[in-house]
């Protein structure tokens, strides 16, 4: 007996259901051919032994290397009773006389006519917003602060705030004084406590022998002397604003 095909199950015969054809998507030339060059590279470096760098072998890389990355020292926030001073000093200049002047100036200038070409008052205002960034930066610093204001126990070890002097590998004498980040005047020798050199000292005693961890390599220093009063040496002029 014929059986019909016939979709419709129109005519003579036992009616079939329809099959159902599953179209694939079209994918253009260029596409096709991107795959495949992709799919042949990597056979390629399999076939060689090279190690095929996914996105999880990245992200793994990333995670060795943040676990790898040594923390930076933490940053002593320490400061001398000059040091405060000299914060304090300076903000009451620019709080009290440097600003009021400049604000002055900057309503002058504006009574000249057009702001936009007046070079006066274009100044006034540039100043007036870092005035204004220092003062803010003034009050954070003598907020956050430590003030070290006593000599220490053990006058003869490298503290906070000590004068030293130094003898290096050639015999020539090199003078100090360890201060904070705030206070640093490398002229005058005031070199900060977060400073390498500074680090490898502190703790010491006079009379050491000690080696110094420097950006320029490993260095001997004999540590000569460790005083906590102001040497006659140190000519540092007191900070003033006027």
């Known amino acids: 007996m014929m059986i019909s095909t016939n979709p419709t199950g129109m005519g003579k015969g036992v009616m079939m259901a329809p099959r159902t054809i599953r179209v694939k998507p079209q994918i253009s ?38 676990t790898e990355k040594k923390p930076l020292p933490r940053r002593a926030h320490l400061i001398t009773p000059e040091g405060l001073q000299a914060l304090k000093d300076e903000h009451e200049f620019l709080w009290r006389r440097e600003r009021p002047k400049v604000t002055q100036e900057v309503s002058d200038a504006a009574k000249l006519g057009d702001r936009s070409e007046n070079a006066e008052y274009i100044y006034g205002k540039k100043r007036l917003r870092q005035i204004d960034s220092r003062v803010r930066f003034l009050m954070k610093r003598m907020d956050a602060v430590t003030v070290v204001d006593r000599a220490p126990s053990e006058p003869d070890k490298v503290f906070f705030g000590a004068w030293i002097e130094l003898e290096d590998e050639a015999g020539e004498l090199l003078r100090y004084r360890i201060v904070g980040e705030d206070e640093i005047d490398l002229p005058h020798n005031y070199i900060s406590v977060d400073a390498p050199l500074a680090r490898g000292l502190l703790g010491k005693c006079e009379g050491d022998d000690v080696s110094v961890r420097l950006p320029k390599g490993e260095t001997e220093y004999y540590i000569a002397r460790v005083v906590y009063e102001r040497p006659e040496w140190d000519h540092r002029p007191t900070p003033v604003f006027d």
């Open 29 to 66: 030339v260029t596409r096709r051919r991107i795959i495949e060059y992709a799919w042949l590279k990597t056979a390629i470096l399999r076939v060689r032994g090279c190690r095929i760098v996914t996105s999880q072998t990245l992200r793994c890389y990333r995670d060795d290397m943040t």
